[in-house]
């Protein structure tokens, strides 16, 4: 297979906000020039098709019955095969807090399997971008599903075993930066360049800008796992809110927070939200779907079974956008939030040619990787030589 050719025409989407048509020359994996509509091609969308950059989901706990936690490297393939579906074409591996050893052994084992996918060559589905920690330390009056006999002290030693474990893919780890020592660990964090993102915490307004000081930069599940929005006694979000260096993560399924609260919301930050799943497989006993969410067996929210694509379509209702403006917090945020913006998120010659076809009615279409098309209409998207 050639991995030279021409995409389009069709409409694009470049994760800007904007909203062009053109055709994207490929190139080795990347894109290499963005072409006027008229001219040849070698793969054409069908009519009133968008392509746009790939979806990346920050916080997700595994794919289809396939949890990080519990199936390990296993749930890699599984979740990369996923998410493709879903018009990602990158995800963040979440490993919730469990016994200490437990979590080491299974950051082990999911960047071992991220690795030999990509040693595989030719890209079967999303790519695994790293690990996300969540846990374990948390404030156990927010831990919600998270286990209180498993939640531990903060140390640098932890911190170091997480880093060391995970093989350098350690890319975000969610604290409550109340907690005793994590004031340490988000400065060793954020130096090693992690993501320190706030969550399962009880703290207020005045603590969220200390832990932005320290250098948390993102809140995980914004409104879940937190105090409420006081107009009193300001919780931790508000800060984050009121910060413009720092994003805030959105469970946008109209179950995690309300349709007129995510409205409330966007029209506050904009384009510092970043969609994010949560996705939790309701895999063994104890946990199943209900009332649009997966929650425990005592009725607890587990997490989500929001899928990104889902997420984007939410998001233009619920805020009413179009899809051009809604797809950024799918995409180039999220990109930016783990220091990827020169490679993901948006459409630029340079950039990987990770990208998503998506249909007049806003379905995905096709997911294409690294400029090879591993999900949809892949006859569409194999072309045998470029036509520049």
Same mark, same amino acid.
């Given at each position: 297979?050639?991995?030279? &050719?021409?995409? =389009?025409?069709?409409? *694009?989407?470049?994760?800007?906000?904007?909203?062009?048509?053109?055709?994207?020359a490929?190139?080795?994996?990347r894109?290499?020039?963005?072409?006027?509509?008229?001219g040849?091609?070698?793969?054409?969308?069908?009519?009133?098709?968008?392509?746009?950059?790939?979806?990346?989901?920050?916080h997700?706990?595994?794919a289809?019955?396939?949890?990080?936690?519990?199936?390990?490297?296993?749930?890699?393939e599984?979740?990369?095969?996923?998410?493709?579906?879903?018009?990602a074409?990158?995800?963040?591996?979440?490993?919730?807090?469990?016994?200490w050893e437990?979590?080491l052994?299974?950051?082990?084992?999911?960047?071992?399997?991220?690795?030999? @996918?990509?040693?595989k060559?030719?890209?079967?589905?999303?790519?695994?971008?790293g690990?996300?920690f969540?846990?374990?330390? @948390?404030?156990?009056?927010?831990?919600?599903?998270?286990?209180?006999?498993?939640?531990?002290?903060?140390?640098?030693?932890?911190?170091q075993?997480?880093?060391?474990?995970?093989?350098?893919?350690?890319?975000?780890?969610?604290?409550?930066?109340?907690?005793e =020592?994590?004031d340490?660990?988000?400065?060793?964090?954020?130096?090693q360049?992690i993501?320190c993102?706030?969550?399962?915490?009880?703290?207020?307004?005045?603590?969220?800008? @200390?832990?932005?000081?320290?250098?948390?930069?993102?809140?995980t599940?914004?409104f879940?796992?937190?105090?409420?929005?006081?107009?009193r006694?300001?919780?931790i979000?508000?800060?984050?809110?009121?910060?413009?260096r720092?994003?805030?993560?959105?469970?946008?399924d109209? &179950?995690h927070?309300?349709?007129?609260?995510?409205?409330?919301l966007?029209?506050?930050?904009?384009e510092?939200?970043?969609?994010?799943?949560?996705?939790?497989?309701?895999?063994?006993?104890g946990?199943?779907?209900?009332?649009?969410?997966?929650r425990?067996?005592d009725g607890?929210?587990? =997490?989500?079974?929001?899928?990104?694509?889902?997420a984007?379509?939410?998001?233009?209702?619920?805020?009413?956008i179009?899809?051009?403006?809604?797809?950024?917090s799918?995409?180039?945020?999220?990109?930016?939030?783990?220091?990827?913006?020169?490679?993901?998120?948006? *459409?630029?010659?340079g950039?990987?040619?990770?990208?998503?076809?998506?249909?007049?009615?806003?379905?995905?279409l096709?997911? *294409?990787?690294?400029?090879?098309?591993? &999900?949809?209409a892949?006859?569409? &998207?194999?072309?045998?030589?470029?036509?520049?």
């Amino acid at each position: 297979m050639s991995d030279t &050719y021409i995409l =389009g025409p069709a409409r *694009i989407a470049p994760g800007d906000g904007t909203l062009t048509h053109g055709r994207i020359a490929i190139e080795r994996g990347r894109i290499a020039r963005i072409l006027s509509e008229e001219g040849p091609t070698d793969s054409r969308p069908p009519d009133g098709a968008i392509i746009a950059p790939g979806l990346i989901d920050v916080h997700t706990n595994g794919a289809d019955e396939f949890l990080f936690n519990r199936d390990q490297g296993h749930a890699v393939e599984v979740a990369s095969r996923a998410y493709a579906r879903q018009g990602a074409t990158g995800f963040v591996a979440g490993i919730i807090t469990a016994p200490w050893e437990s979590m080491l052994h299974a950051g082990s084992e999911v960047s071992e399997a991220a690795i030999e @996918l990509v040693e595989k060559g030719d890209p079967i589905g999303a790519r695994c971008l790293g690990i996300h920690f969540e846990g374990p330390f @948390l404030n156990p009056k927010f831990r919600r599903v998270h286990r209180a006999e498993w939640i531990v002290a903060a140390t640098k030693e932890r911190a170091q075993e997480m880093i060391e474990a995970c093989r350098g893919a350690l890319v975000m780890v969610t604290m409550a930066p109340e907690m005793e =020592g994590v004031d340490e660990l988000a400065r060793f964090f954020h130096d090693q360049g992690i993501v320190c993102s706030a969550g399962h915490t009880a703290a207020r307004y005045r603590e969220g800008v @200390l832990a932005i000081g320290l250098g948390f930069r993102t809140v995980t599940h914004a409104f879940n796992a937190m105090p409420p929005l006081d107009h009193r006694d300001p919780s931790i979000l508000a800060a984050f809110i009121q910060e413009s260096r720092t994003t805030v993560q959105l469970i946008c399924d109209g &179950y995690h927070v309300s349709p007129p609260m995510v409205d409330l919301l966007y029209r506050t930050l904009r384009e510092r939200v970043v969609l994010a799943t949560d996705n939790m497989p309701p895999a063994g006993s104890g946990y199943r779907i209900e009332g649009g969410v997966v929650r425990s067996e005592d009725g607890t929210i587990a =997490g989500s079974a929001l899928l990104m694509d889902q997420a984007v379509r939410n998001l233009m209702m619920y805020a009413d956008i179009p899809f051009e403006t809604a797809v950024i917090s799918a995409t180039r945020t999220p990109a930016q939030l783990l220091g990827l913006e020169r490679e993901l998120g948006t *459409i630029e010659p340079g950039k990987r040619a990770d990208l998503s076809v998506w249909s007049d009615e806003y379905q995905v279409l096709s997911t *294409i990787v690294g400029g090879i098309a591993v &999900y949809g209409a892949a006859h569409l &998207y194999r072309p045998s030589r470029a036509r520049a």
